[in-house]
């Protein structure tokens, strides 16, 4: 079988990370005519206004001439991600793989420039047209599906130094190197210095997300966090704890915030989530007992629901559009998250499996 | 089908995440008479001395009483972390399951104590025949299997507060909470006190490592890592990086270091590795092309092998106990590294499969 390719999870660009410490080359780069740089201002994208497809966003794609003035406002500071070489018109078309044989000199550069520093108006006069995506939702989630990993990537790895400026070992200043995918403690004789550690290296951490199925294997669980929209119901997700395997955290998760156990777990797919960045790990559970007692901390409610009610929902009639935010809006008594939710995928995963499996 | 169950992976212990904020029930699991504290003298384990077992390391379980003037002696700063509650001789025989619905009373509490502070000596005098596996080769690979998932867990929670003292967000230094899970800055006003962030949190690095298939399905990709022992050969492997997917992460790494493109990609099983916090996700990879070119920084060779070649390895006789080291010691041509390892499993996992698959 084909692997599953959630959104987020196509990536099209070759990261090159061998020419991560290659200064010149990457300068070049950046001043080739063809290079894409991406503007974050506070982790919010700088988009193109697009009044006419509102529910579709366009990140802006700077060229070196546009950001000339912006990069030397940032000075010697600034944080600027290399993000890799690639064509957003593939003609491979046998599925997802970051990896072109074309040569180099056809494929186009990408990075990714921090410019939190500079006021907003500044950055939104750069060119006509210019919006910045503060709020994640919906703007990350409505971007062509051939930007989103690279939006994913960038947002990440800036979220990233925003976030670890400092040495956790020592306390001291760490600074950025290796095009943005290091960041070294800068006083001598600091621990973090001698040998290699993770304290250098972005962070991702692993979440594992999964669809619980009852044990009759006609029902699923699904949960409703506190601060979910309306009447939305997802998949049980939590953080993967130190030492655990990824079968052990779904059990252990599922088992705190609704009291059902599971046996054998199933791995489906993985996405890369950049709030902040997050690796969900998408699985399908098969619990052994059916008693649900709600972690009143995490979630408002979780439920069992028939495979027909679920599909209902999935293929129903287009959500009015005060759904997400009026409890006592018309339409269906629950609601699942969208496609670009790997929960929405395990759903349709399941639903798709013989109801006798 | 059965979840595979890696070493490392099996761990007894519910880790009663919600017990974690109570500091009086915490106090009075710790001096229970049943409970077990596990020793690490920088990250160390202490362990009784064995020595009709050379090749078996027992934690060494101290109790409360053990360590009272240990206890003292560390003072309030002390890192001590709660494990779970559990039973090593569990009468469940259906598989891996932390949970377990026997009356807590009848549980056994676990904790892990940095005592990197006290003196090796004084650690050493505690109780008779004790010896620090200072290092992780091969102490901690020697472990009953019962037990290496809880050494594991305590290992990983004691390096991230080894290496993670200072908030990485404002350079202040941070204070252990939650029993262990947590670390919080003390410096009012500091970003990372408004809002969730992972800064709080123990870190865990997923690690794809993947056992790559040649497309005749003849053969399997391996490869020899700068430092291994002799004549070893084992899985590729490498860090996840931000924004990408796990069979994304799977190709990426296979063709930075060997050259050879990967389409489909399958999860077989994940590993938690103690080294110092890593999530170790094991994959079967499905290459597309066969030339190899090696990566010379990070490999000393890689080559393709057929299943003869590793099945006759894998049953082989054991090895000389001088091949780790020597590299002219009599013996296979080459070796995989021991059961203990993922890269073993997904071997085996593959001689296992048919040959026309
Ligand atoms: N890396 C992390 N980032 C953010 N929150 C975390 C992390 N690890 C554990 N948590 C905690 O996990 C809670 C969410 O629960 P869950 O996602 O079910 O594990 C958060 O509110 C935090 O208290
Ligand atoms: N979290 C991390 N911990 C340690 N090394 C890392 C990490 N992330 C990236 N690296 C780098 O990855 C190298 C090992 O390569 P690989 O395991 O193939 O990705 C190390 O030598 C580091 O330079
Ligand atoms: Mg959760
Ligand atoms: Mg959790
Ligand atoms: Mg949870
Ligand atoms: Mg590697
Ligand atoms: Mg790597
Ligand atoms: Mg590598
Ligand atoms: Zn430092
Ligand atoms: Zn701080």
Request: proline share 7%; aromatic share 8%; with cysteine.
């Amino acid at each position: 079988a084909q692997n599953v390719c959630n959104y987020f999870g196509y990536n099209p660009l070759d990261r090159c990370a061998h020419m991560r410490k290659d200064a010149q080359w990457l300068e070049e780069k950046l001043r080739d005519q063809s290079t894409v740089i991406l503007l974050f201002h506070d982790l919010g994208l700088v988009v193109e206004k697009l009044n006419a497809q509102p529910r579709f966003t366009q990140p802006c794609h700077f060229t070196f001439k546009d950001i000339s003035a912006t990069l030397e406002e940032l000075g010697t500071e600034k944080v600027l991600v290399f993000l890799g070489l690639g064509r957003l018109q593939s003609d491979n078309t046998d599925g997802p793989s970051p990896h072109t044989s074309a040569k180099e000199e056809h494929l186009t550069a990408w990075f990714a420039l921090d410019v939190t520093s500079i006021s907003q108006e500044k950055i939104l006069s750069i060119k006509e047209g210019l919006e910045i995506a503060s709020s994640p939702f919906p703007g990350l989630f409505q971007l062509p599906e051939k930007e989103a990993g690279i939006v994913a990537q960038a947002r990440s790895l800036l979220a990233w130094h925003q976030r670890y400026k400092f040495c956790p070992t020592c306390g001291s200043v760490a600074a950025m190197e290796e095009a943005g995918y290091k960041r070294m403690c800068q006083k001598e004789g600091c621990p973090s210095l001698k040998g290699v550690h993770n304290t250098a290296y972005p962070r991702t951490d692993p979440v594992v997300i999964m669809l619980i199925i009852s044990p009759d294997g006609k029902r699923c669980l699904l949960g409703r966090g506190k601060r979910f929209p309306g009447r939305m119901y997802s998949c049980l997700a939590g953080f993967m704890e130190p030492g655990e395997t990824i079968e052990d955290a779904v059990r252990r998760e599922v088992y705190e915030e609704s009291g059902v156990r599971v046996g054998r777990v199933q791995y489906h797919s993985s996405q890369p989530f950049p709030l902040p960045a997050s690796l969900m790990i998408g699985c399908l559970g098969y619990a052994t007992s059916e008693n649900i007692s709600v972690d009143k901390e995490e979630l408002e409610d979780a439920q069992w629901f028939t495979r027909q009610q679920v599909a209902e929902v999935q293929t129903g009639a287009p959500l009015p559009t005060d759904a997400l935010t009026n409890p006592r809006a018309e339409g269906p008594s629950f609601f699942l998250p969208p496609a670009q939710a790997i929960a929405h995928q395990l759903v349709k995963a399941w639903l798709r499996m013989s109801p006798n499996l």
